[in-house]
Nanobody, 122 residues
Framework: DVQLVESGGGSALAGGSVRLSCAAS??????YSWFRQAPGQEREGVAA????????YYLNSVEGRFTISKDNAKNTLYLQMNSLKPEDSAMYYC?????????????????WGQGTQVTVPS
């Protein structure tokens, strides 16, 4: 069975940092991504990584502040979040796809973790 288990969420001050982890098991996928969803808002793709060539993709508003990476030996996905802003507050989900999904459309990802909350008080 496929399992994606996130950890590392919590509360951080504006300007601070948080690192999210997602332990993957079951399969090796072509694309892994981080999504977020704030109350009353649609789920949006934050960052994605193509495991074939290591290409990474980011939401414009997080470019330069967030870094997605994957440790293949541990089969673990990470999202390093720096210079956090209150608008980064959301439930963060990792997701995986057998396809190549650099457009980060939620419907393209068939496997999801349970989510981890990140809160940046204003």
């Amino acid at each position: 069975d496929v399992q994606l288990v996130e950890s590392g969420g919590g509360s951080a001050l504006a300007g601070g940092s948080v690192r999210l982890s997602c332990a993957a098991s079951g399969y090796t996928f072509n694309t892994y991504s981080w999504f977020r969803q704030a109350p009353g808002q649609e789920r949006e793709g934050v960052a994605a990584i193509d495991t074939g060539d290591g290409s990474t993709y980011y939401l414009n508003s997080v470019e330069g502040r967030f870094t997605i990476s994957k440790d293949n030996a541990k089969n673990t996905l990470y999202l390093q979040m720096n210079s956090l802003k209150p608008e980064d507050s959301a439930m963060y989900y990792c997701a995986a796809s057998f396809g190549y999904c650099n457009n980060m459309a939620p419907g393209a990802f068939g496997y999801w973790g349970q989510g981890t909350q990140v809160t940046v008080p204003s």
